[in-house]
C-alpha cells in the first residue's frame, strides 16, 4: 500500500520560507516520478514542480522557478520542497504525488499520477 504523506505547510509572512517534506511509503520508488502540485480555492490543482526519483531530471512551473527546490533523500523515502520568497498568490493547499515510469513531458499532467498525499496547507500572508 503506497502512502505519501505531506508536512510543513502552515502560515507564513510575504518574503517567507517554508520547506514542505513528502514521506513516502509502501515500495521502492526508483522508477517513479514525484511531483508537488497545489490547489487554491475555487482553482483548478497546478503543477508546482517534479523530479524522478532516481536522479536527474527535474522540472518547475514557470511561476515558481528560481523561488522553488524541488529535492529528495533516498536514505528517508522523502520529497522536499523548498519554498522561499513566498507571495500571497502561493497561497493553496500543497499535494505530493507519484507517477510510475512517467515521462517527464508529462509530469505536469495530473491525472497521470497513480498516487496522492493528503495535502498541506500553505497560507501566506501580505
Known amino acids: 500500500q503506497v502512502q505519501l504523506v505531506e508536512s510543513g505547510g502552515g502560515l507564513v509572512q510575504a518574503g517567507g520560507s517554508l520547506r514542505l517534506s513528502c514521506a513516502a511509503s509502501?515500495?521502492?520508488?526508483?522508477?517513479?516520478?514525484m511531483g508537488w502540485f497545489r490547489q487554491a480555492p475555487g482553482k483548478e490543482r497546478e503543477f508546482v514542480a517534479a523530479?524522478?526519483?532516481?536522479?536527474?531530471?527535474?522540472l518547475y512551473a514557470d511561476s515558481v522557478k528560481g523561488r522553488f527546490t524541488i529535492s529528495r533523500d533516498n536514505a528517508r523515502n522523502t520529497a522536499y520542497l523548498q519554498m522561499n520568497s513566498l507571495s500571497p498568490e502561493d497561497t493553496a493547499v500543497y499535494y505530493c504525488?507519484?507517477?510510475?515510469?512517467?515521462?517527464?513531458?508529462?509530469?505536469?499532467?495530473?491525472?497521470?499520477?497513480?498516487?496522492w498525499g493528503q495535502g498541506t496547507q500553505v497560507t501566506v500572508s501580505s
Open positions: 523530479l524522478a526519483w532516481s536522479g536527474g531530471n527535474i
Open positions: 504525488a507519484a507517477a510510475y515510469k512517467l515521462d517527464n513531458a508529462l509530469w505536469p499532467e495530473a491525472k497521470k499520477y497513480n498516487y
Open positions: 509502501g515500495r521502492q520508488f526508483s522508477s517513479y516520478a
